[in-house]
């Protein structure tokens, strides 16, 4: 079977997967078969990336590493809206939903209409920077068969796969918070699982015992719950005995 050859947009080095860079670690060559031109993207892409952002999404990706069943997502807040959201897509049924081939990671931005942070002027920040082209755009209707140059702003979603690589997710969440959303870092805060957190506050949190805590919770009220119906059921069948002796 023949093995097709990439050349990965950041370092040069040859690439024979869709993955990440086997050399660099870079998602780009992610987008090197899209004939995307990501130049402007790569050499402007080194002073951009936050710590602070660097080491929560670090956590985040670890997080859906060791929890590939899991559907959690991690949304960075201003002004207690949401600005953009990492999303696990290792779940099977999200790969298959959303036609992913790569497990991991992918950030997604949505037009204020639903929920997101996308105006109509912070619309047109995205799409003149360079960090428009590493995203791909989509209706936020389901089954919507128009090509997405075709799809207005507010009806718009994008999104980027980042399979594993917490330095360019981090790297493409900085540069927007920056270029496009135009923010102060000491402003924003986390949310994960539906806890909100500062970044002061960061190093405190762990999304293990978080997501384990979620998990112990919805057991129990499955739990509660099916021992309500077994009751009711119980209740119903007494009720048709007695009347069938009536």
Not at 96 to 104: K, N, Q, R, T, V
């Amino acid at each position: 079977m023949d093995v097709k050859t990439i050349v990965c947009p950041n370092c040069g080095a040859s690439a024979t997967n869709f993955h990440n860079c086997e050399y660099c670690g870079s998602f780009l060559v992610q987008r090197a078969h899209e004939d995307v031109d990501l130049t402007d993207y790569v050499k402007s892409s080194s002073k951009y990336v936050n710590e602070g952002i660097l080491k929560e999404v670090k956590k985040f990706i670890e997080f859906v590493k060791n929890n590939p069943d899991s559907d959690s997502s991690l949304n960075i807040l201003y002004k207690d809206r949401d600005i953009i959201s990492l999303e696990s897509n290792s779940n099977p049924i999200l790969m298959e939903a959303y036609d992913l081939e790569i497990p991991g990671v992918c950030i997604c931005l949505l037009p204020e209409e639903y929920e997101g942070i996308l105006n109509k002027k912070m619309t047109e920040r995205f799409e003149n920077s360079s960090l428009y082209n590493t995203f791909k755009k989509e209706s936020c209707y389901a089954d919507d068969n128009r090509l997405p140059s075709e799809i207005p702003w507010n009806e718009s979603q994008y999104y980027v796969d980042f399979g594993f690589d917490h330095q360019g997710a981090a790297l493409v969440v900085s540069q927007f918070l920056e270029d496009v959303v135009q923010l102060k870092y000491e402003y924003i805060k986390y949310s994960f699982e539906g806890l909100e957190y500062s970044p002061k506050d960061a190093d405190n949190i762990d999304f293990n015992s978080i997501y384990l805590n979620r998990l112990n919770t919805r057991t129990t009220k499955e739990k509660k719950k099916s021992w309500i119906w077994y009751v009711v059921a119980a209740i119903i069948l007494i009720i048709y005995l007695i009347l069938d002796l009536l």
